[in-house]
């Protein structure tokens, strides 16, 4: 087979250039192939110098992450940049589109790097539970200095190449231009070298510099990751790693380094995170066999309406405008749509003060937002997102008012959260035109986006917003329709565990402490307290078919029905401090819970573990999430994953509900649901079908 790695000779520079679509990324064949040609290169006397470039939309951008978990193959890539650190013959790098992890190590190893406007930099092996696996921490450190190594290496962040050039990664910067151009101009560069013979800069002789950081630099770092990125190994494996850098010579570090990152590579943590790269790529991609007909292309979507410029409004348009796609944003009344346009600014605003954009961009997204109070001012858009109240009968009168102003092809979405998308295409002409859009607040900032497919939605649809969704930067998921669609129907069984635990004697802070603990953000009573708990109250009493059972999130009804509706009043589950916010426990909702349970014959119990609470939290997750796979609400069970991690905040390095059971044992969650089978009753403890089913077929979820 033809090996991905060639090499070629313009006058007295070797060319070597690497064509490994779709991301050059260091397959076994790559690595064989980079240190063949070198060798070739440096034994050939003709040869003064030797540039390394790629072909394709970018330089390496990686290891091959799909090669992790199978039995490592020689050679292995410190063995490569060895020799490109050690080559007798100036190395040169020429450097475009995503300069990443191993593809960014390739590039430190070589003695000088040319780059294109606008490449990015970065190893972000952090955030797939590794480190840099050969050098990123000896050899950045040594050219760029501690403190720049420590943020990009901890971060996983890629850095602008004009970033770079102060502090000596990147020679020199190149203006845009075809990577044909990139070659021909770093093939000058080298032979300048040559003319002024400029020899080999070997990174690894290069010395990190004693005065270069402060002596607490590390236990600094050290703290504040231990906050940042609670529970993961990783980063601290980052700060060992660099530390070495200035304590041991290259060699010794460049094996400590490699050993670190084998125990991280092996970790479970990594397998959870590399799980979730690939899982998020997979949900991009339809199950249907139509994902790839070339005759039912995505539609171009140039401009769009959004309905309703509340919180939820505001922030979708503000998605849309950032993708630079145009904006009317329709309101009610002036006063109404006044007071949504300046959120947005607002909001806008805030990005820009944390150097998310600038002023220029923020200018030219209000710009692309225009407000409007008449429904035929919408004649010219080409698709539709519905963000009203949670109310079936206002959204169907929308969608018939939408269906009588907008042209026949225009996609019409709705945003709801839980209600059924087929009763709402009932309102129109167009059902096939007519699916979920549902957005995760704030919308401006939560990647996730479920995509919610009706019974009549057809196949152009679906795929023309899926594609839409990647475009405004979410991360989608097509999914079925039932109450709460996949995110919000399993978020209820979560929530409904934690009240049933209030009304059994758990306190707001105990839960929320023992699932902080877990690995959460944010426990769940905390959560309710800061989005409003009448939300999830509202839309309770919009549902036809909630359990019979008096008890189920009766504490949060109570709250609600006490006024206590969370920080916006300040008081919900917790007391909040009027003057800081802070968040103080209160007993007086233990007093409540205790009568409510007293009424309902609801046993308290003074013996709810951590453990307990854990586990019923998220077990109840994993078995609801086994029933939407059986029911086909899902498609994927790494779908699940993928709403999880983006849509509310669970452990990356946990890798989604469905990971995680795996992880745990199939065997160990199902005896655990048996036990509050048992324990608790039939009503929410049966064990799923599908997970019975794959532990007597010995498969997992994932
Ligand atoms: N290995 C294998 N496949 C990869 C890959 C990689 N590193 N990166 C991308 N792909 C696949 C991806 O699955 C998809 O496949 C296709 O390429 C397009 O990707 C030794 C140990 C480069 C910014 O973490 O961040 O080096 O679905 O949809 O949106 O120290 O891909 O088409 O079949 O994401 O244009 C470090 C990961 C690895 C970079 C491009 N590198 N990749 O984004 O395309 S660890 C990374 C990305 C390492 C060293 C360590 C992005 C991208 P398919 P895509 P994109």
């Known amino acids: 087979m033809n090996s991905p790695v060639s090499l070629a000779k313009q006058g007295d520079v070797a060319v070597i250039s690497v064509d490994n679509p779709p991301v050059n990324a260091l397959s076994q064949a790559v690595r064989a192939g980079l240190i063949s040609c070198l060798l070739s290169a440096e034994q050939d006397d003709a040869i003064k110098a030797i540039v390394i470039h790629c072909h394709g939309r970018t330089f390496i951008a990686g290891a091959d992450i799909s090669e992790f978990g199978k039995p490592p193959l020689t050679p292995h890539l410190p063995e490569v940049l060895a020799k490109i650190d050690a080559c007798a013959k100036p190395v040169v790098a020429a450097l475009h589109g995503n300069v990443l992890g191993g593809g960014f190590e390739v590039a430190l ?49 890629p850095a602008l190449a004009e970033s770079l ?76 790693s660099i530390e070495n850098a200035t304590l041991l010579p290259f060699k010794e570090g460049m094996l400590k380094e490699r050993a670190m990152f084998v125990t991280c590579r092996d970790s479970s943590q990594s397998r959870a995170m590399r799980h979730a790269f690939f899982a998020e790529r997979k949900a991009a991609k339809l199950p249907t066999p139509s994902a790839d007909n070339p005759d039912l292309p995505a539609l171009n979507i140039d401009a769009v309406a959004i309905i309703g410029a509340g919180t939820m409004g505001g922030g979708i348009a503000m998605c849309f405008a950032k ?44 710009a692309l937002i225009q407000g409007t109070c008449d429904y035929q001012d919408l004649t010219d858009v080409d698709l539709v997102v519905e963000a009203a109240f949670e109310t079936m009968a206002v959204k169907q009168q929308i969608f018939s008012k939408l269906d009588e102003v907008c042209k026949a092809d225009v996609i019409l979405a709705s945003n709801t959260s839980y209600l059924d998308i087929n009763e709402i295409a009932k309102a129109t002409n167009r059902a096939n035109k007519v699916l979920g859009m549902h957005f995760f607040s704030p919308a401006n900032i939560m ?121 916006k009043t300040g008081a919900g589950f917790y007391q909040y401090d009027k003057e800081t916010g802070r968040r103080i426990a209160d007993e007086k909702v233990l007093a409540i819970f205790h009568e409510q349970a007293n009424s309902l014959n609801i046993r308290q119990r003074d ?37 999880w991690l983006n849509g509310y905040g669970f452990p990356r390095h946990l890798g989604g509900p469905m990971c995680y059971a795996d992880e745990v044992g199939l065997d160990k969650v199902v005896a655990t649901i048996k036990e509050y089978q048992q324990q608790l009753g039939d009503q929410y403890w049966q064990p799923a079908p599908l997970l019975l089913e794959l532990i007597s077929q010995n498969k997992k979820l994932i």
């Open 607 to 643: 013996d709810i573990t951590d453990e307990e609470i854990q586990n019923r939290l998220i077990f109840a997750l994993i078995n609801e999430g086994a029933n939407i796979l059986s029911e086909g609400i899902a498609t994927r069970a790494s779908d699940i994953d993928v709403i």
């Open 165 to 240: 050039v102060d502090c000596g990664v990147i020679d020199q910067l190149l203006e845009k231009s075809s990577t044909d151009d990139l070659l021909t101009q770093v093939i000058s560069y080298a032979q300048e070298l040559i003319k002024q013979n400029k020899g080999v800069r070997p990174t690894s002789q290069l010395d990190v510099g004693k005065t270069s950081y402060a002596l607490d630099t590390f236990v600094k770092w050290r703290t504040k990751l231990s906050k940042k990125a609670r529970g993961q190994q990783a980063p601290q494996c980052c700060i060992d």
């Open 323 to 366: 993708a630079g796609i145009s904006v009317k944003l329709l309101e009610m009344s002036e006063e109404n749509l006044a007071r949504g346009i300046k959120a947005i600014r607002e909001r806008y605003n805030q990005a820009l003060k944390r150097g998310l954009m600038t002023e220029t961009q923020l200018e030219n997204c209000m």
């Open 109 to 157: 190893s070589c003695h000088y790097r040319l780059a294109v406007k606008g490449t990015k930099l970065g190893l972000p092996e952090v955030t797939l539970g590794l480190i840099p696996g050969a050098g990123g921490t000896q050899l950045l450190p040594r050219i760029a200095g501690v403190e720049r190594a420590l943020t990009m290496i901890t971060s996983g962040k």
């Open 447 to 567: 990647k996730l986006l479920e995509v919610v497919r009706a019974d009549a939605t057809d196949e152009q649809t679906i795929k023309t917003v899926m594609a839409l969704g990647k475009k405004i930067g979410k991360i989608t998921v097509a999914v079925n329709v039932c109450y709460g669609f996949v995110g919000n129907r399993m978020y209820a069984c979560y929530g409904r565990e934690a009240n049933l635990l209030l009304l059994e004697g758990a306190s707001p802070e105990q839960i929320d402490n023992a699932m902080h603990k877990w690995g959460m953000a944010m426990g769940p009573l905390a959560v309710n307290d800061m989005s409003g708990i009448d939300i999830a109250y509202k839309a309770r009493q919009e549902n036809p078919n909630l359990p019979d059972d008096p008890a189920y999130f009766q504490a949060a009804n109570l709250m609600v029905e006490a006024g206590r509706l969370g920080q």
